[in-house]
């Protein structure tokens, strides 16, 4: 079956980096198009970026776009997110997404 894991999640501070990964296994990797939602607490969950199979495209939500950016490794089976530049809104879980699958969630804090 289809299965998405994500990781690379943790507490920072505001300013700081985190890079998420994100493994795939049981689809077609390279031809699936990728994608990063997040959801804050209380919060309904959001579309932050997204890339085609060959990395043609990319595309950010507003809210992050000059400060995250998103790969892949299709050689790995993996999707990344870099996230530069965070701020205390960027606490989340922050979720892998191929077509209708979804991994668990990885969680990001951004506090002092």
């Known amino acids: 079956q289809v299965q998405l894991v994500e990781s690379g999640g943790g507490l920072v501070q505001p300013g700081g980096s985190l890079r998420l990964s994100c493994v795939a296994s049981g689809l077609t990797f390279s031809r699936s198009v990728m994608r990063w939602y997040r959801q804050a607490p209380g919060k309904e969950r959001e579309w932050v970026a997204g890339i085609t199979s060959a990395s043609v495209s990319t595309v950010y939500a507003e809210s992050v776009k000059g400060r995250f950016t998103i790969s892949r490794d299709n050689a790995k089976n993996t999707v990344y997110l870099q996230m530069n530049s965070l701020k205390p809104d960027g606490t989340a879980v922050y979720y892998c997404?191929?077509?209708?699958?979804w991994g668990q969630g990885t969680q990001v804090t951004v506090s002092s």
């Open positions: 997404n191929a077509v209708q699958y």
